[in-house]
């Protein structure tokens, strides 16, 4: 009888211990950390960083003011830092004049014209090109050809440009130091890129 009392304790423990092992202590499922953006429109996907620095999205947003600058401007995709975002929103509603937050830029530019890029560079005034710093990089994005060069601002940027069809892909991160997330996740980004 002892014995039989004995097994059953040790039963319902293995069954106890089993499930805090699944439930509490084993391992944990992760959420894909990486969510996708495919432009149905103009061939363009990308994969960005959903972890711990999620980041709030806009697609063309402020597509007609950025036209004022670029006429040809087809599609602006934003990807900014929750945290800063959520400062962002709260400083315009009390009317606090400000810099805008660090990001991520996507263009999709209307090339009718046919320009090489670095034709584009020097006469588009969204490529920031007169504030270079050093020389244009030769790269490759979504197995095209593309220049990259960081230029100086506010921030400073990393810009890469491609032009691929009737179109100009422009991608763009503002930051203060290569160290930061969102320069680590704008260099993810570009390895995911599609067209």
Same mark, same amino acid.
Not at 12 to 27: A, R
Not at 51 to 56: C, H, I, P, R, S
Not at 117 to 139: A, D
């Given at each position: ?16 211990? +089993? ?27 990308? !994969?960005?960083?959903? +972890? ?13 003011? !950025? ?72 790269? !490759?994005?979504?197995?095209?050809? !593309? ?49």
């Amino acid at each position: 009888m002892k014995n039989k009392h004995f097994a059953l304790i040790f039963v319902i423990l293995v069954v106890v211990l +089993g499930f805090l092992f699944v439930t509490q202590i084993g391992p944990k499922k992760t959420q894909d950390p990486f969510k996708g953006y495919t432009d149905k429109e103009y061939p363009l996907s990308f !994969a960005f960083n959903t +972890g711990l620095d999620t980041y709030a999205f806009f697609a063309d947003k402020y597509l007609e003011l !950025a036209r004022k600058n670029e006429p040809n401007l087809l599609r602006m995709l934003i990807l900014i830092e929750e945290g800063e975002n959520q400062e962002l929103v709260k400083d315009i509603k009390n009317g606090v004049a400000r810099e805008g937050p660090r990001g991520i830029t996507i263009f999709v530019v209307n090339n009718k014209e046919k320009l090489t890029v670095i034709n584009w560079l020097k006469q588009s005034p969204i490529s920031n090109f007169g504030g270079i710093i050093g020389e244009t990089t030769e790269m !490759a994005i979504g197995g095209n050809p !593309a220049l990259s060069y960081k230029s100086d601002g506010l921030y400073t940027n990393e810009t890469v440009v491609t032009v691929l069809g009737d179109y100009i892909y422009v991608f763009n991160v503002t930051f203060n130091s290569v160290e930061d997330n969102i320069y680590k996740d704008f260099q993810t980004l570009l390895v995911t890129v599609s067209f």
